[in-house]
């Protein structure tokens, strides 16, 4: 991947200023209970960044404040602010987000199962207005990015793998044509060989089409093979950020995230006693 560190530690784009903000940014859901405590990441323009975190950390919560769909789920956003091509957009509704170049794809994949791959495809563009021809161009991009979309698009999307219901997801937001897409957990419950797959495919989307990604995935070797900067995330804080291959190398992301250890291999009962205090709780 191509360097995206710029001054101070943060990475750079080809923009002035990052493509995506967020500022110091506090979530509380149902009034009472604190999820993100100041969290604050940069994306830049043409670049690949990861969160990263355990289960709970709060990585899903961070891209639903991105996108505006906390107010669904009884949460709000009580402090710091998001922008968006330099624009705030934390309090806007999510279609107007995405007629502004900004798309999710939700953990879990979220696909309609009773519509054809074809049919969820085509949702994805109705924020954008279309002919035939030009819808059926947009879909065949898309089909050029996942064959296997093409060989299955008449099938119901609930009989399909998981791993085509993930290209699915990611084809459905890509009709939309963003400059940026949020992408929650893809490789959860895929094959290993599927998961490459896909990272391949946003590799591909990002250098060749220039699309913007921030990938929240606890696969964090992946991840960070396929990002140019991370942010990682534990219990609603940033505890650690830096170029994707600075941290693949950090003892503590070794340790606590890659399960690698420089004291030796270990058994599963000798891990449970051993662990080095986290240099961020010190």
């Known amino acids: 991947m191509h360097d995206n560190s710029g001054p101070a530690g943060q990475p750079k784009g080809t923009q002035t200023g990052p493509l995506l903000t967020l500022n110091s940014i506090e979530v509380v859901y149902d009034n009472s209970i604190l999820v993100l405590k100041g969290v604050s990441l ?17 990585k899903s919560t961070t891209l639903k404040t991105i996108s505006t769909l906390l107010r669904n ?10 922008t968006f091509r330099g624009e705030r957009v934390d309090q806007l509704t999510p279609d107007v987000l995405v007629r502004k170049g900004l798309s999710l794809v939700m953990e879990g994949r979220h ?6 791959i074809e049919e969820n495809l085509m949702t994805g563009a109705h924020s954008r207005p279309l002919s035939r021809a030009e819808l059926n161009d947009a879909l065949e991009s898309v089909y050029g990015y996942f064959p296997r979309l093409k060989t299955c698009r008449r099938r119901l999307a609930g009989y399909t793998s998981g791993g085509e219901q993930q290209m699915c997801a990611i084809g459905r937001a890509l009709m939309a044509k963003p400059r940026m897409v949020l992408l929650d957990e893809p490789s959860m419950g ?3 060989k599927i998961v490459e797959e896909i990272f391949e495919i946003v590799k591909h989307l990002n250098q060749v089409d220039g699309v913007s990604f921030l990938l929240a995935e606890q696969n964090t070797s992946i991840a960070l093979r396929y990002s140019d900067f991370g942010y990682i995330l534990e219990n609603g804080r940033v505890v650690m950020d830096g170029r994707a291959a600075d941290l693949k190398d950090n003892e503590d992301v070794k340790e606590f995230y890659l399960g690698i250890s420089t004291a030796g291999t270990k058994s599963f009962r000798d891990s449970k006693v051993y662990r ?7």
């Open 42 to 58: 940069h994306v830049p323009s043409g670049g690949v960044v990861a969160l990263l975190g355990a289960n709970g950390a709060g």
């Open 73 to 82: 789920e009884r949460g709000a956003v009580t402090k710091g602010d998001v």
């Open 276 to 282: 080095r205090r986290k240099r961020w709780l010190a």
């Open 190 to 192: 895929l094959a290993p």
């Open 111 to 116: 696909c309609f199962p009773h519509l054809s």
